[in-house]
């Protein structure tokens, strides 16, 4: 069965350094989510993309994070600098279907981030 | 401002009996909803969904209810089994547009031999 992949599993910076995320989707799965959940609560959406496109970036706090997903296929999140509130669970998920209400959503399984 | 809530932090139900979790939601836009199980340091991983045009949807042991005039839908796991017990996650999608979902903060399920 196909998965969605990322990498690292887990990752422990300082603040203020840069941090990167990967993800890739399962093939042939046109839109791809990045989402942050804190302990104890629901993952939030941070970014949205349909092809290589962002559809959605409005939670994403820009000033110091980014996402591409530059061909259209794998996506790589940034942070820089990273802080301490930073500290997370981030979970990429993808689905088939193009914008749509209903199509299912495919978690990997999440880098845990720790900023010290 | 929460739109989609689960309000019980935890539940515990006994190995055999059924499970019943709740959720309520805010906006009446939302046109799709998914219970996703997650297991600590994994990802969610999908267990069933529902559309709005659809009150009731069975997979197996697990069954979700709609009720759109309440703004509230349920999952029933019967019965219920060691395995079940995990951080269950309601979420929606649908309002402004977008397909992001949104989610409650889920509800751990112990299931008690």
């Known amino acids: 069965e196909a998965e969605v992949a990322q990498s690292p599993r887990y990752k422990i910076t300082e603040k203020s350094q840069a941090v990167a995320f990967w993800c890739d989707p399962i093939?042939?799965?046109?839109?791809l989510y990045w989402y942050r959940q804190i302990l104890g609560q629901g993952p939030e959406l941070l970014v949205q993309f349909q092809d290589e496109s962002v559809v959605d970036d409005s939670q994403l706090p820009k000033d110091r994070f980014s996402a591409e997903r530059l061909k259209g296929v794998d996506s790589t999140l940034k942070i820089q600098p990273a802080e301490l509130g930073d500290s997370a669970m981030y979970l990429c998920a993808s689905s088939r279907a193009p914008i749509t209400s209903t199509d299912t959503q495919y978690f990997g399984p999440g880098t845990r981030l720790t900023v010290l | 401002d929460q739109q989609v809530k689960q309000n019980s932090p935890s539940l515990s139900v006994q190995e055999g009996r059924i499970s019943i979790l709740n959720c309520d939601y805010t906006?009446?836009?939302?046109?799709?909803f998914l219970w996703y199980k997650k297991y600590p340091a994994e990802g969610p991983t999908f267990l069933i969904s529902i559309s709005s045009i659809k009150d009731k949807n069975e997979d197996g042991r697990f069954t979700v209810f709609l009720n759109k005039s309440a703004k509230h839908l349920s999952l029933h796991i019967v019965p219920s089994q060691p395995g079940d017990s995990a951080v269950y996650f309601c979420?929606?999608?649908?309002?402004?547009?977008?397909?992001?979902?949104?989610f409650g903060k889920g509800t751990h399920l112990i299931i008690q031999p």
């Open positions: 906006n009446s836009m939302f046109d799709y």
């Open positions: 093939s042939g799965h046109a839109t």
């Open positions: 979420a929606a999608s649908g309002g402004g547009g977008a397909d992001g979902l949104t």
